[in-house]
């Protein structure tokens, strides 16, 4: 069985509102009968939902096709810096602007992530924290302790059992 790769089709404006008419009359399963298959039930929803957009939309143009920019804040910094660029007399290549593209957004991304998360720039660190109160008690008992029951680590000096606190914490 082999699977027939469908081409994508476009469609302009006006006909998209045509078929939003004709899928108020009849629903959205008869207008995919009488006009398509393709355009599919799951366009006309689509088309649907976009009624008033596409009413106020050029209709000469195939609007509404595509994705929609992830970032926009990035890509108007992306233009202005292109612009300068060439202002300026630079060629700019398409490695600079990925480069360039990659930067702002690691920049703009981690910023707006920590911000949303409500997260700080904090680092976990070891050296100079606070101890708890009762940390040098305990770390007395427990060189006692080890004192005490040296018998039971034979194969181990009395240095290395003393300096165990050093590795668990």
């Known amino acids: 069985m082999s699977m027939s790769v469908q081409k994508r089709l476009s469609y302009r404006i006006p006909f998209k509102l045509e078929v939003i008419k004709y899928t108020k009359e009849h629903g959205n399963r008869a207008a995919e009968r009488h ?3 393709p355009p599919t039930e799951k366009m006309i929803r689509e088309w649907r939902k976009q009624e008033d957009q596409l009413q106020k939309a050029d209709k000469s143009k195939h609007t509404f096709r595509g994705r929609t920019a992830k970032w926009p804040q990035i890509d108007v910094k992306m233009k202005e810096w292109i612009t300068r660029h060439r202002n300026n007399g630079f060629s700019v290549s398409t490695k600079m602007i990925i480069y360039e593209a990659k930067r702002l957004a690691a920049e703009k991304g981690i910023v707006e992530f ?3 998360c409500g997260l700080a720039m904090r680092t976990k660190t070891r050296i100079a924290q606070k101890m708890p109160k009762e940390y040098e008690s305990k770390i007395v008992s427990f060189h ?6 040296y018998w039971i680590c034979a194969d181990h000096t009395m240095k290395d059992i003393l300096w165990t606190d050093r590795l668990t914490t």
């Open 144 to 149: 006692k302790y080890c004192a005490n029951h």
């Open 114 to 116: 920590m911000r949303r």
């Open 35 to 37: 006009f398509g298959p």
